[in-house]
């Protein structure tokens, strides 16, 4: 059975690094891939970076259908942005290490990723709509980049505010 991995969330510091190359694709690496696609279903998530689980590896793993029959999870390995277009689009975000805050963000509306799939095969891609603004959302996290850093330092603060009292209160509880 996967084991479920724990997401850490704001003000954690591990969130703000910028996350390292992965070096070989292996069995190792898919156990891991295979322990991130369970967290972000059960979560439940429509994406997750290797990061927010607590290793700063540039991974991360993607499902927008969110649906519970078919799951595909799609994995990308040291993925790159080759192309982004002038078009942009404003999606109202939300983060697993940010939780119950939402925020508009603006964002290229399609971009061209390079990236290693589960297999270790090198795969370019072009995303659109929700894969798009996804895909871009979990690769900034490889940059400890969060969707709030892009908000007002006066909102982003109370909302790091309330998250660390919420996941303390949760401690407790
Ligand atoms: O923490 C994360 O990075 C995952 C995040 C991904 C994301 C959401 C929206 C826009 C950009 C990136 C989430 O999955 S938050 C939860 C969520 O959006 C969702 C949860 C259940 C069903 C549908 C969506
Ligand atoms: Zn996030």
Known sequence: MTKLLDI???????LKTVSQEVGRVD???RRLMDGMAETMYQAPGIGLAAVQVGV??????????GGDEERTPQF???????????????????????PEHYAEVERPAEVRVAYLDYAGNQQET???????????????????????DYLSKLKRGMI????????KDTKIL
């Open 8 to 14: 850490i969330s704001v003000p954690d510091p591990l």
């Open 27 to 29: 069995d190792e690496l």
């Open 56 to 65: 700063p590896q540039r991974l991360l793993v993607m499902d927008t259908e």
């Open 76 to 98: 990308f390995i040291n993925p790159k942005r080759i192309w982004a277009s002038d078009e942009r689009s404003v999606y109202n975000e939300g983060c697993l290490s940010v």
């Open 126 to 148: 072009l995303f659109t709509g929700l894969d798009a603004t996804c895909l871009q959302h979990e690769m900034d996290h490889l940059d400890g980049i969060v969707f709030i």
């Open 160 to 167: 790091i505010k309330k998250v660390a009292k919420a996941t």
